[in-house]
Every structure is written in C-alpha cells, then in structure tokens.
C-alpha cells in the first residue's frame, strides 16, 4: 500500500541530510543539537557513613534536567539496586508532582519482581505505608509528604526510577523550629561555565533556552 505524504528514504538515501555524531562542535552547530544528550557513566557518591556502596549496580544514570537539556521541566534516575538499602530516610514534599517506578531488573522480563519495599505517603496521622512486592508506579502529587523509601529485601535485581517534574532535582524539608528549607541536587558534574568547579546546584543553568 502506498504511503502518503511521508518521506520513507532511510537517512543513507536522503540526500543532503544533516546527520550529526554528538560533539560539542556539532551540538554548537546544529538546530536541535541541544535537545539530545548521551548520559554520563555517574557513580552515587552519596552514601551515608557506615552504609554499604554496593547496594546499587555501578554505573548509574541519571536525567539531571534543564541543566544537561534545555528548558527540561523534569529529572529523572534510572538505577539498578542488588541489595537492602535504606535509601531514603527524610519526610519530605516537592512543588511539582513525583513519580517513583519499581520493576525487575533481571531483564528482558521486568515482572521478574522478587523485593519488598517500603514506601510511607502521608505525614502524622495520614500517614501510610505500603509495601511494594510486584512492578509498581506511584504518583506522589505536588505538596504532598512522602518517605522513607526503604528497600528491604532484595532477591532480584530492581529497576528504579525517580521522576520529578522540576528542571533540578531537589525537595522542601520540615526543620524541628517549624521553618522549612528547600534542597537541591544536581549530581556529581562540573559546574557548565567553569570546569574546574563542582556543580553547587545554583540554578544559573536552568535559565538556558536550548534555541540559543
Ligand atoms: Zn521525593
């Protein structure tokens, strides 16, 4: 059947097509050169004293949001956990809405699911915790108190990831004298407008347009 309208040639046929390979130099030289990133081998380097870095498979990625694609209005994580690990201990809420994807990771199958995690929505007497045992998705809505996260059995490999719909990803916390303080995170990456600084997550980044 013929198809209308679209142009079917393979990019090899096409003639004249831009085809890039991801450098700096084609990123500055292209249109839409900033809308597509290649993920960058991180390795978490936050782990509380005393705990155990081998809980998470190295290396990791991570979508940090508007800094690594312009204008991204989210961030997300894609990590693969091998062992019990407590992963995220502080109430918390975010001004945008959260979601947090739990699936196997013994691939290609992701219903090959055997963990136990658990998961508090909710704050004081709300509060309440449900314990993930198959693939599970959980929205976690703008405003509203979330964690902890603890994965407390691991039998199989489990794929998580975290989505925040914030170009940074970061939290709003409840400090004991009742002031609240937001935190921010942005990765272990150099700052963009000056190698040798460590990123401080100061949003200056976030401001790009990827148009220019
Ligand atoms: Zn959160």
Redesign the pocket.
């Known amino acids: 059947m013929a198809e209308k309208g679209f142009d079917l040639r393979t990019a090899q046929e096409a003639e004249g097509e831009k085809k890039y390979i991801l450098t700096e130099d084609a990123k500055k030289e292209s249109k839409f050169g900033k809308l597509v990133f290649e993920f960058p081998q991180e390795r978490n380097e936050v782990v509380a004293e005393g705990d155990p870095e081998d809980f998470v498979v190295k290396p990791q990625a991570y979508f940090r949001g508007a800094s690594q694609i312009p204008g991204s209005e989210f961030n997300q994580s894609y990590q693969i956990f091998v062992k019990p690990f407590f992963l995220d201990r502080i109430q ?1 809420r ?1 001004a945008k809405d ?1 979601f947090l994807v739990f699936l196997g990771a013994s691939f290609p199958n992701v219903f090959d699911f055997d963990a136990r995690i658990e998961f508090t929505l909710g704050k004081g007497e709300e509060a309440e915790t449900y314990v993930i045992t198959k693939p599970t998705i959980i929205r ?1 809505p703008a405003g509203v108190y ?2 902890p996260l603890n994965f407390k059995e691991i039998n199989k490999p489990v794929l998580f990831l975290a989505t925040l719909f914030t170009p940074m990803f970061g ?1 709003i916390y409840d400090l004991p004298d009742g002031k609240t303080m937001e935190m921010y995170y942005n990765g272990p990456v150099q700052c963009k407008y000056n190698a040798q600084k460590k990123c401080d997550s100061c949003g200056k980044c976030l401001q790009e347009d990827w148009q220019n």
């Open positions: 918390h975010h959260e976690i979330h964690c939290g």
